[in-house]
């Protein structure tokens, strides 16, 4: 079965340190990849996404993401966290006949 | 600006009434989406529509509706089949698939639904 996960429903992290967010997927030829935040009571806003190419992508707010094919991974990171990055993160896959398959999203904590 | 608006924001239902969730976009997109969000269990799909006049069932679609008569409208409607609906709704669109690059999803600000 088609599948995300999202294997940590909570990150927390200082503000000033690097932050990873996981991502790991089990979707059949060659997907497209995003992540998306969401904050309290509002819609999910994108982040960034992997098309095709280099395997680091970098997206809004500073935000970066490292596809790995071998390990169907597409965990998104950021060098130095801030607190207003504090939110639900999302990542999603769209596979070749339009569907996407979200993950069960991970609350990140950004404490000052 | 191109975008897309759900309304409204906050909706009380009492139980057994019918209501009716809008979602409107213009930004020329075909396919349009309803998710609901409960908390800590992401996203769910309850009713997806790729062109006008025509939609299919997502994974949850028992106890609600929808209808897409023109490309920029797709509403749903929860029903008074549907037991638990006290939910955050998200209604999203994208560019249609295959073979067309990686389109992601536009999505609205929600709407928070309350059995009261």
């Known amino acids: 079965a088609q599948s995300v996960a999202q294997p940590e429903d909570q990150v927390n992290v200082a503000e000033g340190n690097p932050l990873t967010v996981k991502c790991t997927y089990s979707?059949?030829?060659?997907?497209?990849l995003f992540w998306y935040v969401q904050y309290p009571n509002r819609g999910l806003q994108f982040l960034l996404k992997y098309i095709t190419g280099d395997n680091l992508v970098k997206g809004s707010y500073g935000f970066e993401a490292e596809f790995n094919k071998s390990q169907t991974s597409f965990h998104l990171k950021k060098p130095s966290a801030l607190v207003s990055d504090s939110a639900l993160y999302f990542c999603a896959v769209r596979d070749n006949f339009n569907k996407f398959y979200f993950g069960s999203g991970t609350k990140l904590n950004v404490k000052p | 600006d191109g975008g897309i608006t759900q309304s409204p924001k906050y909706l009380f239902r009492k139980e057994g009434q019918n209501v009716t969730l809008s979602c409107e976009q213009n930004l020329n997109h075909d396919a349009m989406y309803w998710y609901r969000q409960d908390p800590g269990q992401g996203l769910r799909l309850i009713y997806y529509s790729q062109i006008v006049n025509d939609f299919q069932k997502g994974d949850i679609a028992e106890g609600y509706s929808v209808s897409r008569e023109k490309k920029e409208s797709f509403p749903l409607t929860v029903t008074s089949a549907q037991k638990n609906p006290t939910a955050f709704y998200l209604c999203a669109s994208s560019l249609p698939g295959q073979g067309r690059g990686g389109y992601g999803y536009t999505f609205g600000s929600g709407t928070r639904l309350t059995v009261v």
């Open positions: 979707v059949s030829g060659n997907p497209y």
